[in-house]
């Protein structure tokens, strides 16, 4: 079984529409992150958490909010969907302790396409 | 701010020949580096990675990549490329002080041609 799993992997939607990313992995690790993934533009970090209480913004969080249900699982919202949102998003997670600090494993991939 | 710029957006490369992805990085002190590579339709998957010591370092599939901190260069290569290498690798840069956040460059595309 995968470590880290996204849900859904396809996602096609309509501007305005609410969605929700979900992220849980099994890695037992405390940080978790969000990504999304343009061509020619990399990974852009959209939040991070190092805890369930603790939900930072990254680069890029402007239309997006997080939820931390519990340490396995960090879901990512659209309130309301507009098409430059079309991406490729990645979950992923990290342990800081030992020779993995900063080492992160990532999901496949959601793809959400905003039309 | 730190910085990650990977300079080739596409390479093609013949199987068998050598390869080498070029990456530079902005960071005041000594970074941690890492080599991603995704494979279509996959996630990312850890080709290596650089902490400390030793500044060439080996990594899964064969591939190695040197911490030149004078050039802030972290470059990948690989002395023979197969087919199945193709893929797009993205080089990141952390630090002790980041609180695990890394950032990516763009990304190079790499083609395999028979």
């Known amino acids: 079984d995968a470590d880290v799993t996204q849900t859904p992997r396809n996602r096609i939607t309509k501007t305005g529409k609410r969605i929700m990313l979900e992220c849980s992995q099994t890695k037992g690790h405390d940080r978790m992150y969000w990504y999304r993934q343009d061509p020619g533009l990399g990974l852009r970090l959209i939040y991070y958490?190092?805890?369930?209480?603790?939900?930072n913004k990254g680069e890029i969080s402007d239309g997006y909010s997080v939820s931390r249900q519990a340490q396995a699982k960090f879901s990512l919202s659209l309130e309301s969907a507009i098409p430059n949102q079309t991406a490729l998003y990645f979950c992923?997670?990290?342990?800081?302790?030992?020779?993995?600090?900063?080492?992160?494993?990532f999901g496949p991939g959601t793809r959400l396409t905003v039309l | 701010a730190q910085s990650v710029t990977q300079p080739d957006i596409h390479i093609t490369v013949s199987e068998g020949a050598s390869l080498e992805l070029r990456c530079n990085y902005s960071?005041?002190?000594?970074?941690?580096l890492f080599w991603y590579v995704q494979s279509p339709g996959q996630g990312l998957q850890l080709l290596l990675k650089y902490f400390s010591g030793d500044t060439l370092v080996q990594g899964i599939k064969g591939f190695e990549a040197e911490f030149k901190r004078s050039q802030s260069s972290f470059n990948l290569r690989k002395p023979s490329v197969h087919w199945s290498d193709a893929a797009e690798y993205f080089c990141?840069?952390?630090?002790?002080?980041?609180?695990?956040?890394?950032?990516f460059g763009q990304g190079t595309e790499l083609s395999v041609k028979p």
């Open positions: 990141a840069v952390g630090s002790p002080t980041g609180g695990g956040k890394l950032i």
């Open positions: 992923a997670t990290s342990d800081p302790q030992g020779d993995s600090y900063n080492e992160q494993f």
């Open positions: 958490s190092f805890d369930v209480k603790d939900i």
């Open positions: 960071y005041g002190a000594t970074p941690y």
